[in-house]
T-cell receptor, first 116, second 112 residues
Framework: AQSVAQPEDQVNVAEGNPLTVKCTYS??????LFWYVQYPNRGLQFLLK??????LVKGSYGFEAEFNKSQTSFHLKKPSALVSDSALYFC??????????????FGQGTTLQVKP | GAVVSQHPSRVICKSGTSVKIECRSL??????MFWYRQFPKKSLMLMAT?????????EQGVEKDKFLINHASLTLSTLTVTSAHPEDSSFYIC????????FGPGTRLTVL
């Protein structure tokens, strides 16, 4: 079965420090990869996506993600964390050629806690 | 950018009643909309894929008679939770697809 894994339930980082939220995928072909952020009682907000090309993708709010095909990973990063970055982060993959247009496979989510 | 709205944002109902949740794409047409359910601090569980003008495709384990989905136009899909019970209490999120998914703000359903 195709899947997306976020191995950490929670990531804690001090404000100003770099952060990494990990994601690996097991999806056939060359899927599109996404990161979303969710604040409490809100829907998901798009951060960035990888389709093809440069392995380092830059997105909203200073976030970036690094695609690594050999490791089938797509880790989310930010050079300097802010307290306001504290939220729930989801990695997702969209298999190509899916019969359901745009269907996404989500990871379990990682709670990011940035402390002052 | 693409905006998706949901209404209501929060609803409380009595057990046994039915609740309708609307999902609208405000500035684009979406032939496909998705309905998700999210439990506290958990990932999104895809319930069904809604295609305009045709029957929804439900994921395994989701009762189609319990969760009625109608996609009457290119900008509106509705999810009706029929005969709601406390275990149906959850956060329901829709998304509309235009090459990629744009998510609504979610609806918090509480069944007493």
């Amino acid at each position: 079965a195709q899947s997306v894994a976020q191995p950490e339930d929670q990531v804690n980082v001090a404000e100003g420090n770099p952060l990494t939220v990990k994601c690996t995928y097991s999806v056939s072909g060359n899927p599109y990869l996404f990161w979303y952020v969710q604040y409490p009682n809100r829907g998901l907000q798009f951060l960035l996506k990888y389709i093809t090309g440069d392995n380092l993708v830059k997105g909203s709010y200073g976030f970036e993600a690094e695609f690594n095909k050999s490791q089938t990973s797509f880790h989310l990063k930010k050079p300097s964390a802010l307290v306001s970055d504290s939220a729930l982060y989801f990695c997702a993959a969209r298999p190509l050629g899916s019969s359901n247009t745009g269907k996404l496979i989500f990871g379990q989510g990682t709670t990011l806690q940035v402390k002052p | 950018g693409a905006v998706v709205s949901q209404h209501p944002s929060r609803v409380i109902c009595k057990s046994g009643t039915s609740v309708k949740i609307e999902c609208r794409s405000l500035d684009f047409q979406a032939t496909t909309m998705f309905w998700y359910r999210q439990f506290p601090k958990k990932s999104l569980m895809l319930m069904a894929t809604s295609n305009e003008g045709s029957k929804a495709t439900y994921e395994q384990g989701v009762e189609k008679d319990k969760f009625l989905i109608n996609h009457a136009s290119l900008t509106l899909s509705t999810l009706t939770v029929t005969s709601a019970h406390p275990e149906d209490s959850s956060f329901y999120i829709c998304s509309a697809s235009q090459r990629e998914q744009f998510f609504g703000p979610g609806t918090r359903l509480t069944v007493l």
